[in-house]
């Protein structure tokens, strides 16, 4: 099952009342960016152990490393998007 959330505010709402697998997010969003997102994410004792996978179209190596020292385990660009690799990354982090 797919939850989704219209910005960042929302998912972090979201994932304080209901449990979750994985998270999957861009980094450009309202309210409460990804890099933030995955921040407060790591801050919560409960939700730490949370894989954040983000998706997002910044490609520079600076906003790469922004993304994993937030937090995240994995940052996947969209312009190298493929869903094999999405799919994959899902199963090897919440499986």
């Known amino acids: 099952a797919v939850e989704t959330a219209v ?4 998912a972090l709402q979201r994932l ?3 449990t979750f697998d994985a998270v999957i ?3 450009e969003m309202p ?3 990804g890099f933030a997102l995955t921040q407060a994410i790591r801050a919560d004792a409960r939700l730490q152990h949370l894989p954040v996978i983000l998706v997002t179209s910044l490609e520079r190596p600076e906003d790469r490393q ?3 020292e937030a937090g995240a385990q994995a940052y996947i660009t969209k312009g190298a998007f493929d869903q094999d690799t999405l799919l ?3 199963a090897r982090l919440a499986g």
Do not use: E, F
């Open 66 to 68: 922004r993304g994993l």
């Open 25 to 27: 997010c861009d980094v």
């Open 88 to 90: 994959k990354t899902i």
């Open 31 to 33: 309210r409460l960016d």
């Open 7 to 10: 910005d960042g505010v929302q």
């Open 16 to 18: 304080g009342q209901q």
